[in-house]
């Protein structure tokens, strides 16, 4: 019964939010920004990552990190060195 319950919840929540969505006239142009974003983050970590421009330093490419640079953008980047140098040493 319980899960009924919570699918039911999700299933409204994404009708809603697909209505939403819909209504404001966003339509598929905010998956297209989304998506450009997650592209230009892998890619700005990748390039970090196997450019050798800082050596002995590596992001792992992981969800917190992609949403943090997709979040922030390139600076996020910065944001994540700076943590790993500063917290692993």
């Given amino acids: 019964m319980k899960s009924f319950i919570l699918g039911s919840i999700l299933v409204v929540s994404l009708l809603a939010l697909v209505i939403v969505l819909f209504k404001k006239r966003l339509g598929f142009s905010i998956f297209t920004s989304i998506g450009v974003h997650l592209v230009m983050a892998a890619a700005g970590i990748y390039i970090v990552n196997y ?3 800082i050596t002995g330093m590596y992001i792992p490419l ?3 990190t992609i949403g943090t640079v997709t979040v922030l953008g390139l600076p996020g980047v910065g944001l994540l060195l700076g943590l790993k ?4 040493g």
């Fill in 51 to 53: 450019s050798g421009w």
């Fill in 62 to 64: 992981n969800p917190a």
């Fill in 85 to 88: 140098i500063s917290l692993f």
